[in-house]
């Protein structure tokens, strides 16, 4: 089991950056596929982008292609989420989640984060 929690959140600008970390605890989270999912006021939550366990695959939605970044670091138990050129449409809660490959990268893995809140004004 891992517990997940998130940091990085805020109020920004439309055009500017931010990044999102997620701490894991336990020993083995370099066996864990990794997510971002978001989740707008009055809509459902929706996968951002996820990674596979060791980095090497990376999947993104189209409207953040181009824009977020996905990376983990295995040594340090944290996946992070780079976010450019933020729009306003990119405001709601960013949630991490995970669970132990092959889990949670075809759908949502069973263990969550408390949430992060991104805001971009316009």
């Known amino acids: 089991q891992v517990q997940l929690v998130e940091s990085g959140g805020g109020l920004v600008q439309a055009g500017d950056s931010l990044r999102l970390s997620c701490a894991a605890s336990?020993?083995?989270?370099?066996?864990?596929?990794m997510g971002w999912y978001r989740q707008a006021p009055g809509k459902e939550r929706e996968v951002v982008a996820r990674?596979?366990?060791?980095?090497?695959?990376?999947y993104y939605t189209d409207s953040v292609k181009g824009r977020f970044t996905i990376s983990r670091d295995n040594a340090k138990n944290t996946v992070y989420l780079q976010m450019n050129s933020l729009k306003p449409e990119d405001t709601g809660i960013y949630y991490c989640?995970?669970?132990?490959?092959?889990?949670?990268?075809?759908?949502?893995?069973?263990?969550w984060g408390q949430g992060t809140q991104v805001t971009v004004s316009s």
């Open positions: 990674i596979n366990w060791n980095g090497a695959s990376t």
């Open positions: 336990g020993r083995t989270f370099s066996m864990y596929n």
């Open positions: 989640n995970g669970d132990r490959a092959p889990k949670g990268w075809d759908r949502r893995g069973d263990y």
